[in-house]
């Protein structure tokens, strides 16, 4: 069974990107992403009301990270510390080599290969230093952006689960892709 040891916490770069920890002084920004309808409108969670509900999701990424049960970065631009989204692996399951990637953009960030560039790096880092056997991603069917970025990356449409989560007063799809290690 695998073992993930995330400290030191590994700070991650790209071509135009620095991944980095989530800190409390991200709080605006989460807040700014969590609790924006559009942003939210295929993410399953309820939106942030207030900067102290955005201090409690660092808070509960930071206690994954130092259980070592998920870890979650701070997606950055090289030349802006500024927290533009956030990416990483939960839903880990060790006794599967499986962990479950997720990630969340600004809108004016939308469409640049941000994220695309982020999954890529975070594609390498769970095959070599997680020694995972496959990752997955749980999107809603509508959100066409978040699959093309999967399919560029070389994700596969595994399953189309129909009404299977109770969300926002409704039922509502959700699609699994998977990568397996080359």
Same mark, same amino acid.
């Given at each position: 069974?695998?073992? +993930?040891?995330?400290?030191? +916490?590994?700070?991650?770069?790209?071509?135009?990107?620095?991944?980095?920890?989530?800190?409390?002084?991200?709080?605006?920004?989460?807040?700014?992403?969590?609790?924006?309808?559009?942003?939210?409108?295929?993410?399953?969670?309820?939106?942030?009301?207030?900067?102290?509900?955005?201090?409690?999701?660092?808070?509960?990424?930071?206690?994954?990270?130092?259980?070592?049960?998920?870890?979650?970065?701070?997606?950055?631009?090289?030349?802006?510390?500024?927290?533009?989204?956030?990416?990483?692996?939960?839903?880990?399951?060790?006794?599967?080599?499986?962990?479950?990637?997720?990630?969340?953009?600004?809108?004016?960030?939308?469409?640049?290969?941000?994220?695309?560039?982020?999954?890529?790096?975070?594609?390498?880092?769970?095959?070599?230093?997680?020694?995972?056997?496959?990752?997955?991603?749980?999107?809603?069917?509508?959100?066409?952006?978040?699959?093309?970025?999967?399919?560029?990356?070389? +994700?596969?449409?595994?399953?189309? +689960?129909?009404?299977?989560?109770?969300?926002?007063?409704?039922?509502?799809?959700?699609?699994?892709?998977?990568?397996?290690?080359?």
């Amino acid at each position: 069974m695998l073992e +993930f040891n995330f400290n030191p +916490f590994p700070v991650i770069e790209t071509e135009r990107l620095i991944l980095r920890r989530v800190t409390n002084d991200d709080a605006n920004a989460v807040f700014e992403i969590r609790s924006n309808p559009e942003t939210m409108k295929f993410i399953p969670r309820p939106l942030l009301k207030n900067t102290d509900e955005a201090l409690e999701l660092i808070a509960e990424i930071d206690s994954k990270i130092t259980a070592n049960t998920g870890i979650n970065w701070a997606i950055t631009l090289k030349d802006n510390p500024k927290l533009l989204g956030i990416i990483g692996y939960y839903r880990t399951q060790p006794e599967n080599y499986r962990s479950e990637i997720g990630y969340i953009l600004l809108p004016e960030f939308h469409g640049k290969g941000i994220v695309s560039e982020a999954v890529n790096r975070l594609i390498r880092f769970g095959f070599e230093d997680l020694k995972l056997h496959s990752i997955e991603a749980v999107i809603d069917p509508e959100n066409i952006a978040s699959e093309k970025v999967l399919q560029k990356c070389g +994700f596969v449409k595994e399953a189309h +689960f129909k009404e299977s989560d109770f969300h926002g007063g409704r039922f509502v799809d959700k699609v699994i892709y998977s990568l397996l290690e080359k």
